[in-house]
């Protein structure tokens, strides 16, 4: 399961990395698509527009869960580089014990929220019922999506980016059949939905499990390693926390849109809410990237080898910057064909989600872009940095671009579509900015080391 990514082409190895990964992803998100697509074959808006921001929700969550685990991979991935063994056990034994806290504690926060989250998120009044039930079933299972992102963040730090994708795969599989059942034949609309995820998820923990205990992961521990120390601890959320809090508010911020759609009325909150799933699930590449460039440089920096770092962050952003091109192109040429498919025929809901597509699949390039940008500097220990400027960006550009585009322009969304990519731009500039300043300073080859 161990992965040596220092030696060998730089691409090559971004790429291995980086597609299982990649698929693993889409894999994931394409539950939450899954779940939009079957709702809205067999019910109306209202529980369309329940799925959207109950599953807005709990991506919120996993982002952040992600972000969080973020210190596990560099640290991880730093001792691989570096071959000290004993240090990576402790560095998995640690993050068990702080994930088991973190998730018995979100499952009780989020459970006795849900219902000022509904009243927070403006909920129409058509949708409030379903949206409860999805949110309630899927905080529920708050354990099994950190247990699912944990064992997967510990994988790709050793380099391992195909096993999570063989986890989530069997479990997409599961997803699919398990909504067709609950929202179909059973009748259960949203709440269906949240359960057919809810199942999967715990599908995929199994699973990995299993193979854990089969295979092993090439590194021996033993239950000392499963203790507080205060160093690790430090480090793993020194490493993660910084990126969690930092996509929590970028997520915040969408959610932020959400309320400003929702008090705009069903259709619109539709529209909104089927373009934020299309968008999330366009974002897999710029996801991928990141946690790719991560991982990948963490490796390197543990070997010494820095300027392959940099090869990394530069095929990165260029996969990035093309694959956002291509987005770009295909959603101002079909951008209807792409609404109505989870529209349900609603010709008013797939032309106002069709305006905010065009103008909010611009995010992709300038979000990819930055996102490299803070794989990269998290690599190096200076996740804060990268929240510091994604939190400047989603403050003082994303959530008041959003509000004055609402006002402003109050029978379009072509404007509020805006606001993100005005954000990611914003970000990308600042990182670049930082990026070449530090470059100057200290050196092409060392620009991080002594950071």
Request: glycine residues 10%.
């Amino acid at each position: 399961m161990q992965r040596d990514l220092t030696k060998g082409s730089v691409l090559h190895n971004l790429l291995l990395f980086s597609v299982p990964y990649l698929l693993s992803c889409f894999l994931q998100s394409f539950y939450g698509l899954a779940d939009l697509f079957i709702t809205g074959q067999f019910n109306g808006a209202a529980a369309i527009s329940a799925v959207s921001i109950g599953s807005q929700v709990t991506h919120m969550l996993t982002v952040v869960v992600v972000g969080l685990t973020m210190g596990t991979t560099v640290m991880i991935g730093r001792a691989v580089g570096s071959g000290d063994k004993p240090l990576a056990a402790r560095v998995i034994g640690g993050t068990v014990v702080l994930f088991a806290a973190v998730a018995a504690i979100s499952t009780a926060v989020l459970l006795f929220a849900a219902d000022g989250i509904i009243t927070v998120l403006s909920t129409p009044a058509e949708a409030v019922d379903q949206t409860r039930s999805y949110l309630m079933i899927c905080f529920l299972g708050c354990p099994f999506i950190v247990a699912y992102n944990v064992i997967s963040s510990i994988f790709r730090g050793m380099g391992d980016s195909k096993s999570p994708m063989y986890f989530i795969a069997v479990a997409g599989v599961v997803n699919i059949a398990l909504d067709f059942l609950f929202i179909g034949p059973f009748g259960m609309g949203a709440a269906g939905a949240a359960l057919g995820t809810v199942l999967s998820q715990a599908v995929s923990v199994v699973i990995s499990l299993i193979m854990l205990r089969k295979r092993g992961l090439g590194i021996p521990l033993s239950r000392a390693d499963f203790r507080f120390r205060p160093r690790i601890m430090s480090g793993l959320l020194k490493g993660g926390l910084p990126i969690a809090v930092q996509d929590g508010f970028i997520q915040i911020s969408f959610i932020v849109i959400t309320i400003i759609a929702n008090r705009r009325g069903l259709v619109t909150a539709t529209g909104v809410g089927i373009v934020e799933k299309v968008i999330s699930f366009l974002f897999l590449v710029p996801s991928a990237m990141l946690s790719s460039v991560s991982a990948l440089t963490a490796q390197n920096i543990g070997a010494g080898r820095h300027d392959q770092g940099l090869k990394v962050l530069r095929y990165g952003m260029t996969i990035c910057v093309g694959f956002g091109l291509v987005a770009v192109a295909v959603c101002q040429i079909v951008p209807e064909q792409i609404v109505a498919l989870f529209a349900n025929g609603d010709t008013e809901v797939i032309r106002m989600g069709a305006q905010y597509l065009r103008t909010y699949v611009t995010d992709c390039i300038f979000a990819g872009v930055n996102f490299c940008f803070c794989g990269y500097f998290c690599a190096y220990g200076r996740s804060f940095v990268t929240f510091l400027w994604n939190f400047t960006a989603t403050l003082c550009i994303r959530i008041p671009g959003a509000y004055l585009a609402s006002v402003c322009f109050p029978d379009s969304l072509y404007a509020m579509g805006l606001a993100s990519p005005a954000g990611s731009l914003f970000a990308s500039i600042v990182a670049g900015a930082l990026f070449a300043h530090m470059m100057r300073k200290r050196g092409r080859e060392g620009a991080f080391a002594a950071v």
